[in-house]
Nanobody
Framework: QVQLVESGGGLVQPGGSLRLSCAAS????????MGWYRQAPGKQREVVAT???????DYADSVKGRFTISRDNVKNTVYLQMNSLKPEDTAVYYC??????WGQGTQVTVSS
């Protein structure tokens, strides 16, 4: 069974950058579509970005041009590079494998 562990969250000022990592154990991720989702207080969880096993990426309109999802199948890790962060990006960010397996989440707070 795959287990996902996110890291890299924290407090950053508007306009700053963070890089989230999602490390998997138990099974190789190479065959899974991977995704990053986020959930802000009082809101539903929403998709941020996805990447297929072949490397095709897709992004929510709100993060296009600012966020980049990537994967390293050798390291069994997925990344989310977040640039030009805005206060509205504040949320708990979750890693997902195969639309079924979730990590525990990592908090991202964008505030001055």
């Amino acid at each position: 069974q795959v287990q996902l562990v996110e890291s890299g969250g924290g407090l950053v000022q508007p306009g700053g950058s963070l890089r989230l990592s999602c490390a998997a154990s138990g099974r190789m991720l190479s065959s899974y579509t991977m995704g990053w989702y986020r959930q802000a207080p009082g809101k539903q969880r929403e998709v941020v970005a996805t990447i297929t096993f072949g490397g095709y990426t897709d992004y929510a309109d709100s993060v296009k041009g600012r966020f980049t999802i990537s994967r390293d199948n050798v390291k069994n890790t997925v990344y989310l590079q977040m640039n030009s962060l805005k206060p509205e990006d504040t949320a708990v960010y979750y890693c997902n494998a195969g639309f079924a397996i979730w990590g525990q989440g990592t908090q991202v707070t964008v505030s001055s």
